[in-house]
């Protein structure tokens, strides 16, 4: 894989639904996997992707979970953790620990290794580094979005993720933050704020009340078809973007 990558975003829910059903439905995407092994969490998930990008949504089953602590910290703010696939994720990991970022947990069950940093010292969210033997090919193999992933793939509603807005009292600092993490410099976006760019989505920093990923941007068909679909989801609805799961979803033609 010759560049690091978004390979998946979650989200955090009191319940799965209504947001699994609502996301599904407004954005015309399916449920490829739900992932048994997170109930050793007090979680349950869906996984959904957006073209090759995987949107996970996750919910506690039960008090005392480290998702239900973190939508108590948030009030509510569903943006919980940003995944990336990379060559090395131990390499990424000592790296972080090098600047203070403790890595809160490593996931070794091959194909698959991931390395999980704590959200104290990310700020904002969870990220995590992981890699899969043989996903060189991005339509290749990626145990977290289970066996069979790539036939629930649906382009005729929403074509890809295209951005993450990242929301701090302090943006520049933020992003400077995860720079030094994810090992990509920050430039600046169209209207000059900092951002990201990775190879396919940009992560965008932005001026609020506290460290929180609080937006989404998906690349859609037809903003009106999308937007009058989620209004008849019952969500808030401007003319580009809706809420749903404690974030904002823009969308963009």
Request: glycine share 10%; aromatic share 6%.
């Amino acid at each position: 894989m010759a560049h690091m990558r978004l390979r998946q975003i979650c989200l955090v829910a009191p319940h799965l639904e209504p947001v699994v059903g609502d996301i599904a439905a407004i954005l015309g995407l399916a449920v490829c996997y739900r992932d048994s092994n997170v109930a050793k969490y007090g979680l349950e998930n869906a996984l959904l992707p957006v073209d090759t990008t995987l949107l996970e949504v996750v919910a506690p089953t039960q008090p005392g979970t480290a998702a239900g602590r973190f939508l108590d910290k948030t009030h509510g703010h569903g943006g919980y953790m940003a995944i990336f696939a990379c060559d090395d994720p131990d390499e990424r990991g000592r790296n972080a620990e090098s600047i203070g970022v403790r890595i809160a947990n490593v996931i070794d069950h091959p194909p698959y290794h991931g390395v999980q940093l704590h959200p104290r010292d990310c700020r904002a969210a969870f990220i995590e580094f992981n890699h899969t033997d043989g996903s060189d090919d991005i339509l290749g193999p990626y145990p977290p979005a289970g066996p069979d992933w790539q036939p629930s793939i649906r382009t005729d509603k929403t074509q890809a993720l295209i951005a993450v807005e990242m929301q701090s009292p302090q943006p520049d600092d933020l992003a400077q933050h995860w720079s030094r993490i994810i090992g990509i410099p920050v430039s600046h976006g169209a209207l000059g704020e900092p951002e990201i760019a990775l190879v396919n989505c940009s992560f965008r920093f932005v001026k609020g009340a506290s460290d929180a990923m609080t937006g989404l941007t998906f690349r859609v068909n037809d903003l009106a078809q999308v937007r009058d679909a989620a209004r008849s989801r019952g969500c808030p609805c401007g003319g580009d973007f809706f809420l749903l799961g404690g974030v904002t979803f823009h969308i963009v033609a």
